[in-house]
């Protein structure tokens, strides 16, 4: 069963994505974050998270799935990304159509804050819809 806190933490932090609310995002997140086993600041993880959201302004990530463990403090979530690039987006030039992105992550927390992030974006999906990279 999902806990109540972690599951609205995380909650909020997918709220404060879709928001751009960078403040309070940043609140919820560890000040070193290990994203995919690298570590960056909490400024740098943003930094991160914007790289994405920048090239698409409507892109909003909805949560398909949510698995909490309390005792762990572990999210395990697949998350349906969807926006319309207006830039380059992951390597991929804009065609004018929205994409759909799934992602799988897990999440480790500390302190109750996000802690550590290991992702992966289904590139191929990416691909599919926006064509050949501008690379």
């Known amino acids: 069963m999902a806990s109540s806190s972690l599951t609205q933490t995380y909650k909020n932090y997918i709220q404060a994505i879709n928001d751009r609310d960078w403040q309070l995002l940043r609140s919820l997140i560890h000040p070193q974050v290990i994203w995919n086993s690298k570590t960056?600041?909490?400024?740098?993880?943003?930094?991160l998270i914007t790289r994405a959201s920048d090239p698409a302004p409507d892109?909003?990530?909805h949560i398909d799935m949510l698995v909490a463990?309390?005792?762990e403090q572990r999210i395990a979530a697949?998350?349906?990304?969807?926006?319309?690039?207006?830039?380059?987006?992951?390597?991929y030039k804009p065609n004018g159509k929205?994409?759909?992105?799934?992602?799988?992550?897990f999440y480790e927390f500390k302190e109750g804050k996000i802690w550590e992030v290991k992702t992966v974006i289904d590139m191929d999906g990416v691909e599919r819809q926006?064509?050949?990279s501008s690379g």
């Open 59 to 61: 892109l909003k990530f």
């Open 98 to 105: 929205a994409v759909d992105i799934v992602e799988h992550v």
């Open 78 to 91: 697949r998350l349906l990304i969807r926006g319309t690039p207006v830039k380059e987006f992951l390597g």
């Open 40 to 47: 960056y600041t909490a400024k740098e993880y943003i930094g």
């Open 69 to 71: 463990d309390e005792a």
């Open 130 to 132: 926006l064509g050949s």
